[in-house]
């Protein structure tokens, strides 16, 4: 027997299926968190039983491990202050990582239109004078794809560039 292949030190599994969930829930929050149904699907996807894995999520919702209306306002706030993210986008994002539509409005509600139109000022300014010495056709489309991309409506990202544009003739 090599000296690296020590029997006392080979990784164990635990005989027990729900010890065995357990283990594999906290190493999946680990890496970051997961909505509830972000981890049963991954219980589920390491052939976890689903009724063992449903008792892991109700202890861990017990004990808060988990808690998703205060994880999806944490992915609302953080998408729209850091990454500029439109309601809408938001709103797309949650609903792929399984929130529930009360958990969503919930975290939703805590960006205002104002905050919207103000975040989307923000960036079209920036991407707007990183574009000067470029044709005002070429400035008003890339700004709004950008705009479109972040998830903001047509209406929204035209109202935001005609502003820049306002202003850049007011300046002139």
Known sequence: MSPRARPDSAPTTPADPAERAREIALRLLTHSSKSEEQLRDGLISRDVDPA??????????????????????????????????????????????????????TALD???????????????????????????QVKVRRVVGMLGRKGYSPDLAFGVVKELQRADRADT
Do not use: M
Request: glycine share 4%; net charge negative; proline share 0%.
């Open 52 to 105: 063992i894995a449903d008792e892991i999520i109700a202890r861990f919702r017990e004990v808060d491990l988990l808690d998703d209306t205060a994880l999806a306002a944490s992915i609302a706030r953080t998408r729209h202050q850091e990454r500029g993210k439109s309601r809408r986008a938001i709103d797309q994002e949650l609903r792929r990582k399984g929130f529930s539509s009360d958990d969503i409005g």
């Open 110 to 136: 805590q960006i205002s239109v104002d905050d919207e139109w103000e975040a989307a000022r923000s960036l079209a300014a920036k991407r707007w004078s990183s574009l000067n010495g470029h044709d005002d």
